[in-house]
């Protein structure tokens, strides 16, 4: 265990001894890379294969690396759950990182402010106890519901960047969501997508807080994101390589409607989208089709006009504004 | 034409007939990318093929991506050539970017200042006017030399990033060298693999300019990296899968050496090595065995100590400082 993550290498026991591996591809995310060198070492005593660190970005299980013939035999991700949906060209095992909190200590101050009955949901490190907040929270009085994901997440109540079906299917069933895992990142996700309350259960500030979103101004933003498209001449449709995060058949089809429409629009393949890469090409705006969150989170690290799938078709008049949503894998994801 | 640089496209004419793609992937330099649109659309009219942009990183011929099976039949890239000993997935057609110079605007202010016989190297754009600038030289009385290059060049007299074996092979014959190309990057890989004077025939500042160089200065700070390397009780081997940067096997040997000192190595497998990714694995220090020019040239952008394989080894004992050398494809390189 390291600054409180634990890591359980039992769960994998079964998948190592059928692949045998004798070299393996270690991905952790970025908040896990300090650990690399321990759990490599404990990797390679205790299944007696070499370890090669992948340094590049992981952010997620959408995000396997596909490794030059030879170099290994298999790839252990570290922090994430499969998606099952998705298949790599190596086999890649999952090893999840587990951070466990003492619940009641979080509780008491939440009690009081939420109406049952709740959704929960929470992150790949959390889902280990969604079975023990349920009954820390049906002590106190409040009700709760779980909700099934897709064939991207792992278990009920778990959700994903791209993915908060969980939390879609019991939305008109639930007063609000709270989420078991830091950070406002996933909390955003799922009032995008369930326009429900979201509270955290937040690991690292050790209390339970309620998002603040401002629904007004990010649909004002988002509008004027699709302004842009609509008077743009030309437009790059961004396609992701990463193996579980390619649309290629929407991207295909928003293509033709970009040319249907008189615009100039070209197909960008690409393995990490990187705001000072894309502005070299000069388009007038861009199209991503890749992780639904990056046109939406990382809108201000980008020097150009990001929309989502949704917002191009709006402004080629093809979907009416009234039925604007955010962008996820129900949309265009073909298996 | 778009400033000033031509396209030949009659050049990959034959391959393209005999590879018939349906569907292109199209790689352009950061310095082209604004020509995308209008290179693309060249491409699809004249062999009737889907043109996808690449909008990662594109370096070099070294780098060639690996595009995921299925989604195109070939890969183009601008503005390179051809490096005959790598071999891609994909086949790969070089369409050399030309730029044509008026030599003779250039010459008067140099002839005067330099010594027979000079060598000449060129890069990429600038190989098919060697011959115009020698002739234009012997006018002057000024006598040239070119060098053989290595299977890793296209043709006698091209330099690239890592590889200067064309002015390498005729360093002690030449009092210095003539740079057909602009900017100070292969001005000093020139210097630094013959230790000559280099004068630039700068495109860009349109004047013959002598390359200066404080070698003292850089020696001293390559020495304070080896210092640190030798304090470093972790280092990770960083090697490339980028498919003409690859050199496991010299990373493999660095990684045994680390070892036997008693110290903790670790591979790190990179496809782009971006500065912050670095920092999050917190070794004490690094050792590029990728693009040799990384280290040397970009160590500013790095917040981590970054060496190159030979200094590491200086640093374990197993070369003597005064056999110092920078890093180049003749290192560790295996065909």
Do not use: N
Not at 87 to 93: D, F, G, K, M, T
Not at 206 to 217: A, P
Not at 234 to 243: A, E
Request: proline residues 4%; hydrophobic residues 40%; glycine residues 8%.
């Amino acid at each position: 265990m390291t600054g409180g993550i634990e890591i359980d290498y039992d769960v994998i026991d079964d998948d190592m001894r059928r692949l045998k591996p004798e070299r393996v591809i270690l991905q952790l995310p970025s908040g896990m890379r300090r650990m690399a060198l321990d759990v490599s070492e404990r990797i390679s005593r205790r299944y007696g294969c070499d370890v090669v660190l992948s340094g590049d970005a992981c952010f997620g299980a959408c995000d396997i690396p596909s490794i030059p013939h030879g170099i290994a035999d298999a790839i252990i991700q570290v922090g994430h759950s499969e998606m099952p949906s998705v298949r790599s060209e190596l086999p890649a095992v999952f090893l999840p990182a587990r951070i466990t909190l003492h619940l009641d200590t979080y509780l008491d101050s939440i009690a009081q402010s939420m109406v049952s009955p709740i959704g929960i949901i929470a992150t790949s490190q959390h889902l280990h106890q969604i079975g023990k907040l349920r009954e820390a929270l049906s002590r106190r009085g409040i009700e709760t519901l779980v909700g099934d994901g897709s064939t991207r997440t792992s278990c009920p109540g778990h959700v994903l960047g791209c993915d908060y079906s969980s939390a879609k299917s019991i939305a008109s069933s639930v007063s609000s969501f709270l989420l078991l895992g830091g950070g406002r990142f996933h909390a955003i996700g799922a009032r995008l997508a369930t326009g429900k309350r979201v509270f955290i259960l937040d690991p690292e500030m050790k209390t339970v807080y309620e998002l603040e979103v401002d629904d007004e101004s990010l649909l004002r933003r988002r509008h004027a994101v699709i302004e842009k498209l609509a008077d743009s001449k030309t437009i790059g449709v961004i396609v992701s390589t990463k193996i579980g995060q390619m649309r290629m058949k929407l991207a295909e089809e928003l293509l033709a409607e970009i040319r249907s429409a008189g615009r100039t629009g070209q197909l960008l393949l690409v393995d990490e989208l990187l705001p000072e890469r894309l502005r070299e090409f000069g388009f007038d705006s861009y199209v991503s089709t890749a992780c639904p969150r990056l046109a939406l989170d990382d809108s201000d690290r980008f020097y150009d006009i990001l929309g989502t799938p949704i917002e191009l078709l709006i402004s080629l008049d093809k979907i009416d504004w009234s039925d604007y949503r955010f962008d996820d894998w129900s949309f265009g994801w073909k298996e």
